[in-house]
């Protein structure tokens, strides 16, 4: 069997490389392995309460929200408000608006205006300038007061999902800053699968053909070039180029390669623990959003702001930051999990109608180390000794971060494609220039 371009991976990064590449004319397939499309940004469909696997939300004014509006992609979202800090068991107003700022208790007047200096050289800073320092070491030395550092440590575990800020780059911090205060983040009806829905809609509107259910067992290649895939059921495909669009464990299973194999072992995933929960009705909907300042845990009840429960329903996403390199306990996670909605929205476990522990998911197939200066790190969309082999995904290129790093790597592995293709001779139909 033959296609132009084999693209291993049916979730958002796959999607949209199939979309860009389709519409440029070219004979696309999608494999997925998974029955349905989607990967990590699925969502659960149950009794009408539809569930990200973990919290999610999408940034907007990044590449995310730039390539969803170039495919012609819309969706309704809204917006998380009245967000809190837990701190020593008491909630109190996150200053992350001018409002709350001046109302908060949870600072005084001096660690007020340290905050607002800060925030304000974090605003105007190149996120590029701290690539090389970990979250942790700057923001340790940035800071006078304890509290402050405590809000800006536990913001910075929830803009990057980190448990582990002495590993994670500055860069990534300041990155997710920038664009959380130039416009809100959006928590999108239906959850991910609206988007997921839409890109399969793009792709295969522009003539891919998408094949879940259909594991890739190895890229096929012959004197460093990529030749075609073999599926787990053995049938060959013959290809040009082959994007893998999947996390980097899985890039390693599927090429034969041990220079690609070396470089994929120095990156580090970044997990969570996430307690996604439907409830009959929100006990305390004055705690719509929490930020925990003395561990590293984060909660919010999407279902105030976006589409995702039924009339009265409630849905809440706890989140569990951990430490990749030391990652802990499943259970004494779901037990914290659970404590912090006991103290968030006492009442909460007799109003059960699902809930799902998921005790290690993987966020990000690497994170953006400071050791290795932040987004410059990560490997580039073109593999370079192996012609035709193109890599896409959260892990991969030097712009964005989570969905926006997924979004920007599609486009870039696609168009890096279609001038190689250019330059190799491409097939008439095949507009080059994306
Ligand atoms: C708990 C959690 C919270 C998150 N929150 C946010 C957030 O708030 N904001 C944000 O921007 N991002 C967030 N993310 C990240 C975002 O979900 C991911 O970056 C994105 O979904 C990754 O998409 P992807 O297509 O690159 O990878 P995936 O979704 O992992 O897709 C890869 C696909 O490849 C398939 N595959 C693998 N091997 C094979 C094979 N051999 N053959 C065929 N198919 C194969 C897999 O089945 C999978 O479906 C979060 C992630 C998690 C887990």
């Known amino acids: 069997m033959q296609t132009d371009i084999a693209i291993v991976g049916g979730g958002l990064t796959g999607l949209t490389a199939a979309a860009y590449l389709a519409r440029a004319g070219l004979q696309v397939t999608v494999f997925e392995k998974a029955a349905s499309l989607g990967g990590r940004a ?65 600072l005084n007047g001096a660690e007020k205006v340290e905050l607002l200096r800060l925030l304000t050289r974090l605003a105007l800073l190149k996120p590029r300038r701290l690539a090389a320092e970990s979250a942790h070491a700057w923001i340790d030395a940035h800071t006078r007061h304890t509290r402050v550092r405590q809000l800006l440590l536990a913001t910075a575990r929830t803009l990057t999902y980190s448990g582990n800020l002495d590993l994670i780059s500055m860069e990534a911090v300041v990155t997710q800053l920038q664009l959380s205060l130039k416009r809100p983040v959006l928590y999108i009806d239906g959850g991910w699968q609206t988007l997921v829905a839409e890109l399969r809609r793009a792709a295969e509107q522009a003539g891919a053909h998408l094949q879940p259910g259909t594991r890739v067992a190895t890229v096929l290649q012959d004197n460093g070039r990529v030749r075609g895939l073999e599926l787990g059921d053995g049938r060959l495909y013959e290809a040009r180029a082959v994007v893998l669009a999947t996390e980097p464990a899985d890039v390693a299973r599927l090429v034969a390669d041990p220079l690609l194999k070396q470089r994929l072992a120095t990156l580090t995933p970044l997990p969570v623990a996430c307690l996604d929960v439907a409830l009959q009705r929100l006990p305390h909907p004055e705690r719509p959003v929490s930020l925990d300042l003395d561990q590293p845990r984060f909660y919010s009840a999407q279902s105030l702001f976006a589409r995702v429960a039924p009339a009265g329903g409630a849905v809440l996403h706890a989140v569990r930051y951990l430490d990749p390199t030391d990652p802990g306990q499943a259970r004494a996670h779901e037990r914290e999990l659970e404590a912090l909605l006991d103290l968030a929205q006492p009442g909460w476990r007799d109003l059960v109608v699902k809930r799902f522990f998921l005790p290690h998911l993987p966020v990000m197939g690497a994170v953006p180390s400071a050791s290795r200066h932040g987004f410059a790190g990560r490997p580039e969309p073109q593999v370079e000794h192996i012609s035709g082999l193109y890599l896409a995904g959260d892990w991969v290129g030097h712009e964005g971060y989570l969905a926006d790093a997924c979004f920007a790597s599609a486009r870039q592995a696609a168009q890096l494609l279609l001038a190689d293709l250019a330059r190799r001779g491409a097939p008439r139909h095949v507009r080059v220039a994306a």
């Open 42 to 106: 699925a969502t659960q469909v149950h009794q009408g309460y539809s569930l990200n696997r973990g919290g999610h939300a999408l940034y907007s004014g990044g590449a995310a929200t730039r390539v969803l509006r170039e495919l012609g992609i819309s969706f309704h979202a809204g917006s998380p408000r009245g967000v809190q800090a837990l701190f020593q068991e008491r909630f109190f107003a996150y200053p992350g608006d001018a409002a709350s700022f001046l109302s908060t208790t949870l």
